[in-house]
């Protein structure tokens, strides 16, 4: 991990670790910030005492971290176009990255501090898009050069539809549940099976059932918020030190020769379909072409980008064998290439064969640029599952008694929890960053509704506000900050 400072000036390796101090302590705030989410029904419901709750969803956290792969990670790299992080100086990303991660925790701490349950999902995505955009205003460019607006729009679907599907799954789930054993004392809340029962937790296998899916969403958590992390400190390590991130300097023979070959047989494919493709995709450029120092991701690029890379990447056994310099070029070139890939997939005129064939490609030319180093992943791992163990009292009372009127019973907490889990278990496995907040809050909703118990106005006026401002406050604030950093400090 030292390595990573070594031959740069010590003001730029003293600023490159207080950026990843920061990008580690916004996941420690992410973990007691969201982590309530998860443990809120099982403590309000009295399954777990609150102390084991915390620490079985900070371990869980730290587990779905560790086993939760990257396609989360790199759908928050990708939101920035790539020019953006491979051509800025060292003094330019560093305001950057400050401007973000300080967006992103004050508002984090802010929805904390009252206790309202927002979204550290759109607050970093939020975050990330102001400093894109500001970024493309500074140099008089169209502002939505300065994000990649498809990865934006896919994720923002994600943020919009997850709430929904949360509300309307958990509400079903319950309704069924309550058809499905009407007079259980899974209906019951606490204060209720106390007064029946005398007894303080509830009926074994809805308790056992209650803990597990605690547990589960802590996991689901973990393996998708986690990985938000994780994206956010590559993209820091990428945007400040591209000489050693922008490849994986650990990828073997193997997996270079695995490169080559993609690229070769995206060649022939080109070539060989170029004049079917020409009018969905611009290939006017042949691979003689002489590809620009500072070229931007066009189609029409794409032949004499993968003669460039070829050429590069000729006899190259190893990524220490290039210079820091041929390794962004190298990082350019290939998300360039995957970028005309991925839209050449989508066509019409393509068999399904073919679409199949380029998706494979695809896999084979990504497996050097989308990594992350093991230390990158158990750091946001601790961060997280240590962040998880603190601070979660505020969002706890918010969720288990201030979104209905009444009090929330087993089923309901179940429910709400077994919804979530799944749905969030889903996008991590898709690569979707989804907010773990507004599916279960919106989930607990949905079984108030669905138990007839009614909704508190103020407190759903609040989530909702919350949910409605996040992303242009944090988008102004980045933005801002950033502007203001590059005018105050250029």
Not at 212 to 237: E, R
Not at 248 to 254: A, E, F, G, N
């Given at each position: 991990?030292?390595?990573i400072?070594?031959?740069?000036?010590?003001?730029?390796?003293?600023?490159?670790?207080?950026a990843?101090?920061?990008?580690?302590?916004?996941?420690?705030?992410?973990?007691?910030?969201?982590?309530?989410?998860?443990?809120a029904t099982?403590?309000?419901?009295?399954a777990?005492?609150?102390?084991?709750?915390?620490?079985?969803?900070g371990?869980?956290?730290?587990?779905?971290?560790?086993?939760?792969?990257?396609?989360?990670?790199y759908?928050?790299?990708?939101?920035?176009?790539?020019?953006?992080?491979?051509?800025?100086?060292?003094?330019?990303?560093l305001?950057?990255?400050?401007?973000?991660?300080?967006?992103?925790?004050i508002?984090n701490?802010?929805?904390?501090?009252?206790?309202?349950p927002?979204?550290?999902?759109?607050?970093?995505?939020?975050s990330?898009?102001?400093?894109?955009?500001?970024?493309?205003?500074?140099?008089?460019?169209y502002?939505?050069s300065?994000?990649?607006?498809?990865?934006?729009?896919d994720?923002?679907?994600?943020?919009?539809?997850?709430p929904?599907?949360?509300?309307?799954?958990?509400a079903?789930?319950?309704l069924?549940?309550?058809?499905?054993?009407?007079?259980?004392?899974?209906?019951?809340?606490?204060?209720?099976?106390?007064?029946?029962?005398?007894?303080?937790?509830?009926?074994?296998?809805?308790?056992?059932?209650?803990?597990?899916?605690?547990?589960?969403?802590?996991?689901?958590?973990?393996?998708?918020?986690?990985?938000?992390?994780?994206g956010?400190?590559?993209l820091?390590?990428i945007?400040?030190?591209?000489?050693?991130?922008?490849?994986?300097?650990?990828?073997?023979?193997y997996?270079?020769?695995?490169?080559?070959?993609?690229?070769q047989?995206?060649?022939?494919?080109?070539?060989?379909n170029?004049?079917?493709?020409n009018?969905k995709?611009?290939?006017?450029?042949?691979?003689?072409?002489?590809?620009?120092?500072?070229?931007?991701?066009?189609?029409?690029?794409?032949?004499p980008?993968?003669?460039?890379?070829?050429?590069?990447?000729?006899?190259?056994?190893?990524?220490?064998d290039?210079?820091?310099?041929?390794?962004?070029?190298?990082?350019?070139?290939?998300l360039?290439?995957?970028?005309?890939?991925?839209?050449?997939?989508?066509?019409?005129?393509?068999?399904?064969?073919?679409?199949?064939?380029?998706d494979k490609?695809?896999?084979d030319?990504?497996?050097?640029?989308?990594?992350a180093?093991?230390?990158?992943?158990?750091?946001?791992?601790?961060?997280?599952?240590?962040?998880?163990?603190?601070?979660?009292?505020?969002?706890?009372?918010?969720?288990?008694?201030?979104?209905?009127?009444?009090g929330?019973?087993?089923?309901?907490?179940?429910?709400?929890?077994l919804?979530?889990?799944?749905?969030?278990g889903?996008?991590?496995?898709?690569?979707?960053p989804?907010?773990?907040?507004?599916?279960l809050?919106?989930?607990?909703a949905g079984?108030?509704?669905?138990?007839?118990?009614g909704?508190q106005?103020?407190?759903?006026?609040?989530?909702?506000?919350?949910?409605v401002?996040t992303?242009?406050v944090t988008?102004?604030l980045?933005?801002?900050?950033?502007?203001?950093?590059?005018v105050?400090?250029?």
């Amino acid at each position: 991990m030292l390595d990573i400072f070594s031959g740069m000036p010590f003001g730029a390796a003293t600023m490159l670790a207080l950026a990843l101090f920061f990008v580690l302590a916004y996941e420690f705030i992410n973990g007691f910030h969201d982590t309530a989410n998860a443990v809120a029904t099982v403590i309000y419901t009295k399954a777990m005492p609150a102390h084991l709750a915390v620490i079985g969803s900070g371990i869980f956290n730290f587990l779905g971290v560790m086993l939760g792969g990257l396609g989360v990670a790199y759908a928050i790299v990708h939101l920035l176009p790539v020019d953006l992080l491979l051509n800025v100086g060292v003094g330019h990303g560093l305001y950057m990255v400050y401007a973000l991660l300080a967006a992103a925790i004050i508002w984090n701490l802010g929805t904390w501090y009252f206790g309202i349950p927002a979204s550290s999902s759109h607050t970093l995505i939020g975050s990330i898009m102001g400093v894109g955009i500001a970024n493309a205003l500074m140099n008089n460019q169209y502002w939505l050069s300065g994000i990649n607006t498809k990865k934006a729009i896919d994720i923002m679907l994600s943020l919009l539809i997850s709430p929904t599907i949360g509300f309307v799954m958990a509400a079903i789930l319950l309704l069924a549940l309550k058809k499905w054993r009407s007079q259980s004392r899974m209906h019951m809340t606490p204060e209720e099976r106390k007064t029946t029962d005398g007894k303080k937790h509830p009926p074994f296998w809805t308790r056992a059932t209650l803990i597990a899916s605690a547990m589960g969403m802590s996991f689901a958590h973990g393996s998708n918020d986690g990985q938000k992390g994780i994206g956010l400190l590559m993209l820091v390590l990428i945007g400040l030190a591209p000489a050693k991130f922008a490849l994986d300097m650990d990828s073997t023979t193997y997996q270079i020769e695995r490169t080559v070959d993609a690229a070769q047989h995206m060649q022939s494919f080109y070539e060989s379909n170029r004049e079917r493709l020409n009018g969905k995709i611009d290939l006017t450029h042949s691979a003689e072409h002489p590809l620009p120092t500072l070229f931007k991701c066009e189609s029409k690029t794409t032949l004499p980008a993968i003669s460039s890379l070829l050429s590069t990447l000729q006899g190259v056994k190893s990524y220490n064998d290039l210079s820091g310099e041929d390794r962004r070029k190298v990082r350019r070139i290939l998300l360039c290439l995957d970028d005309t890939a991925k839209k050449a997939s989508k066509l019409d005129i393509l068999s399904k064969q073919e679409k199949a064939d380029l998706d494979k490609l695809r896999k084979d030319l990504n497996a050097t640029t989308e990594y992350a180093p093991q230390w990158v992943i158990v750091a946001v791992a601790l961060a997280l599952g240590l962040g998880t163990m603190v601070g979660w009292k505020r969002i706890v009372l918010t969720v288990g008694e201030k979104i209905g009127n009444k009090g929330m019973t087993y089923a309901q907490g179940n429910a709400a929890q077994l919804t979530a889990a799944s749905a969030i278990g889903i996008a991590s496995w898709t690569g979707m960053p989804v907010s773990t907040t507004h599916i279960l809050s919106s989930a607990v909703a949905g079984t108030m509704v669905a138990n007839k118990s009614g909704l508190q106005g103020g407190t759903v006026k609040s989530i909702l506000m919350a949910w409605v401002l996040t992303l242009p406050v944090t988008m102004l604030l980045s933005g801002g900050l950033f502007w203001l950093a590059s005018v105050l400090f250029a």
